[in-house]
């Protein structure tokens, strides 16, 4: 009797979880895509979607190795199909403190390079945080002020650390916060130091979008690729709402898209459900 009362609990307890989970993820699309490659031309897809519905959008975008290829496959419809970025505007996540805008590592240095030189966008209508701002509490203050009288961002484009971070918002971080200044955790630094020549290079410092900051935008969508970002992905889709993970925030969202390859899901438990229901949306649900 006891072991068949220890059986029903767990599969009730077990039940329970599934139910939760499907309510988090109500308004949460999981995408599972082959590689890399085939999840970052899936994203510019939902990029350009947005573009030709709403040309003068505001978008968020971020910098790091995750969306290079979701940028060049935008620059790729640019070029190929007129994609038209002449009325877009966009704000940044992040950029680090003390590093001038055309330091090799800085972010503006890298949006330019990776992004902007290749479209048709306006330079003034391009934003990043200030890293060498004077005062960097009032840049803070100014940067979310620029976001708000833009009228709010369409839609932000996340990477995923792979200790769940989401801009610069490290773990221990409020779920809360506003455009800050942060202090990179150890395991940044170390993910971030193949970019710089030395790993004492790296700024232990930058100005962040908060996670209340990234929560504010109509439409999240969070690229992550490989294994390394396996247990991340997992913490943020399926794993509890905590400030260890400030991407799991994102399940309170009202609208987010994760998108990542097989490597990213295989830590998924509902991996499988995830498929089925890409697998039957109606038409004007794809994106493809």
Request: charged residues 25%.
């Amino acid at each position: 009797m006891q072991v068949f009362s220890e059986y029903v609990l767990k599969v009730s307890a077990s039940l329970i979880r599934g139910l939760v989970i499907h309510l988090r993820l109500r308004d949460m699309e999981v995408l599972i895509q082959p590689t890399p490659e085939r999840a970052s031309e899936l994203a510019a897809r939902v990029v350009a979607r947005l573009l030709k519905e709403k040309p003068n959008a505001v978008l968020g975008l971020a910098t790091g190795r995750t969306p290079v290829q979701l940028y060049k496959e935008l620059i790729r419809f640019h070029k190929n199909d007129g994609l038209d970025f002449s009325q877009v505007t966009t704000f940044n996540l992040d950029e680090y403190i003390g590093l001038q805008p055309d330091h090799p590592q800085s972010y503006r240095y890298f949006m330019e390079e990776n992004f902007f030189k290749h479209i048709n966008i306006k330079p003034e209508n391009t934003h990043l945080p200030n890293g060498v701002a004077p005062n960097l509490r009032e840049e803070c203050r100014r940067y979310e002020r620029s976001i708000r009288e833009a009228g709010g961002i369409d839609l932000q484009v996340l990477g995923l650390g792979s200790n769940g971070h989401i801009g610069f918002n490290e773990p221990t971080g409020s779920l809360n916060s506003r455009t800050w200044i942060k202090i990179l955790s150890q395991q940044t630094v170390k993910d971030n130091s193949d970019l710089f020549d030395n790993i004492e290079d790296v700024p232990n410092h930058c100005i962040t979008m908060g996670v209340g900051s990234i929560m504010d935008a109509s439409r999240c969508l969070v690229l992550a690729f490989g294994h390394r970002k396996a247990k991340a992905v997992a913490n943020l889709i399926e794993g509890p709402i905590t400030a260890m993970c400030p991407a799991s925030a994102l399940q309170m969202h009202k609208r987010t898209i994760v998108i990542v390859d097989e490597n990213a899901a295989a830590r998924l438990d509902y991996s499988d459900h995830y498929r089925w229901i890409d697998q039957h949306k109606l038409p004007w649900q794809r994106y493809d």
